[in-house]
T-cell receptor, first 116, second 113 residues
């Protein structure tokens, strides 16, 4: 157990809908990263938040957006859902970029999103 | 373009065998490299983190090595057990994009009792 929790566990939506996924970081961690993992693939970086500010973004369109709250919990929002958005969404918390190369990421169990 | 490749894609070994999983990456200027384990439908469990200044890390029956000049890392698992069956993922943080991990597609390991 990493101490990182995600909700919900599973979610089914239809094309065009909007979805919000939530992540609670491990205690003491101020950085959260979100990844998308399609079936049979490795996770792909969506974005990272450090102390409530976006700190890097992968190759995902603007309809993928996020928030980090003062308690360092986080949300991933996806608008105008497409079939290809079906995937396991993982969040990872860490102590942050100031830790440099020692910064280990701890992953939550993920949210399985199915878009019909 | 930074890429991470893992071979083999799948591996099946009898219990008790020692085995090596391979990871290669395209840019030697890395920040760190982390090996993860993923059970079916689950999140990722961190196994070992190797900083760019290190050559290897060990935890129990696991040993990970790093050779930046050749762009390679290996994960050695000694005396494999059926409970080791899982997908093993290699993730690299590159120096010019230090805040994100690039993942390989993983090696699916099956240890046969």
């Amino acid at each position: 157990e990493t101490g990182v929790t995600q909700s919900p566990t599973h979610l089914i939506k239809t094309r065009g809908q909007q979805v919000t996924l939530r992540c609670s970081s491990q205690s003491g961690h101020n950085t959260v990263s979100w990844y998308q993992q399609a079936l049979g693939q490795g996770p792909q970086f969506i974005f990272q938040y450090y102390r409530e500010e976006e700190n890097g973004r992968g190759n995902f369109p603007p309809r993928f957006s996020g928030l980090q709250f003062p308690n360092y919990s986080s949300e991933l929002n996806v608008n105008a859902l497409e079939l290809d958005d079906s995937a396991l969404y993982l969040c990872a918390s860490s102590l942050g970029p100031k830790r440099g190369s020692t910064d280990t990421q701890y992953f939550g169990p993920g949210t399985r999103l199915t878009v019909l | 373009k930074q890429e991470v490749t893992q071979i083999p894609a799948a591996l099946s070994v009898p219990e008790g065998e020692n085995l090596v999983l391979n990871c290669s990456f395209t840019d030697s200027a890395i920040y760190n490299l982390q090996w993860f384990r993923q059970d079916p439908g689950k999140g990722l469990t961190s196994l070992l983190l190797i900083q760019s200044s290190q050559r290897e890390q060990t935890s129990g029956r696991l040993n990970a090595s790093l050779d930046k000049s050749s762009g390679r890392s290996t994960l050695y698992i000694a005396a494999s057990q059926p409970g080791d069956s899982a997908t093993y993922l290699c993730a690299v943080s590159f120096a010019n994009t230090g805040n994100q991990f690039y993942f390989g597609t993983g090696t699916s390991l099956t240890v046969i009792p």
